[in-house]
């Protein structure tokens, strides 16, 4: 199907995109890899009356350092991230969960940002931004703010981003030392997850100091697992222990059934893929 007719602007710069996409107003979708938007477009899910193109701004491209934080460009592809030696150092959990996004095809023309920005229920990016406590820098007409992780995400496919808002970067805390596993369960055909967990813990002397779990598509938005987290301060890296804390996994979740999976099926995976994903992380 081809899609309906549209303005197609390429700004150079995060302010020009912003007057552009005040310009056009609600009716304005913003193109950065194109991976969700494309599809929708062509199957003509969407009726934009204008594209801003932000591909072409450098500032929303990178990784950097800022004192203690990480920060990455929202159009930094997948491909960058998962390759990128801070976030390999200092964000495990993000390189990991990286490199289970869709296939190497989409991974190089996706990106960080608009996977976060799209907020798909089943995407695999927002819940270590999470656990991670990531931070969304927004641009707008009335400048920039950032926005918490835990904020970010309101609904499905629904974020605190305005029509007129533009996702310049994401800042995280650097989790230096800190071990991770991104584990998934999903169809062999696609990589949507079905559900997915996003651990990130510390061991000291064989026990577990402390611990960051994030749930995908257990709700409509992603969801920290503060039950497990609390339940293994303090636990040594055994299956056993591992397995008890993996029992709070579901609380406070709203599973849903659908084609895939009904929501029995969700929460009983959601128990076995946490204990799978902290026991890899902590390296038992």
């Known amino acids: 199907m081809i899609p309906a007719q549209f303005e197609y602007v390429a700004p150079s710069t995060v302010d020009e995109a912003v007057a552009a996409l005040a310009a056009a107003g609600e009716d304005a979708k913003v193109l950065g890899g194109g991976q969700s938007l494309l599809p929708v477009l062509r199957m003509r899910m ?9 591909g072409r701004i450098p500032e929303m491209r990178g990784v950097r350092e800022d004192g203690d934080k990480l920060v990455v460009g929202a159009m930094t592809t997948h491909y960058e991230v998962q390759r990128d030696p801070l976030i390999q150092q200092h964000a495990e959990l993000i390189t990991l969960a990286t490199r289970t996004v ?26 270590p931004a999470l656990a991670l406590d990531a931070e969304m820098v927004i641009a707008g007409p009335s400048g920039r703010r950032t926005v918490p992780a835990s904020e970010f995400f309101v609904d499905y ?33 696609q990589a949507w997850s079905i559900v997915g967990v996003a651990a990130a813990v510390r061991v000291s002397g064989g026990a577990i100091a402390e611990a960051r779990i994030a749930l995908t598509n257990m709700g409509a938005t992603p969801i920290r697992a503060m039950g497990v987290e609390q339940a293994l301060v303090g636990q040594q890296a055994t299956a ?16 849903t059934g659908d084609s895939s999976a009904d929501a029995d099926y969700r929460e009983h995976l959601a128990e076995v893929l946490t204990g799978r994903a902290v026991l890899a992380a902590a390296g038992g």
């Open 240 to 255: 056993e222990a591992v397995r008890a804390a993996a029992r709070h996994a579901t609380e406070g979740t709203s599973a």
């Open 157 to 189: 496919f629904t974020t605190a981003l305005e029509p007129t808002d533009l996702l310049v970067e994401v800042r995280m805390p650097k989790w230096t030392g800190w071990n991770a596993h991104y584990e998934k369960f999903n169809r062999v055909a």
């Open 102 to 127: 869709a296939d190497p095809q989409v991974r190089h023309r996706g990106t960080f940002g608009g996977s976060l920005a799209h907020a798909d229920p089943a995407g695999d990016l927002p819940a």
């Open 46 to 54: 969407a009726d934009p009356s204008t594209i801003v193109d932000v």
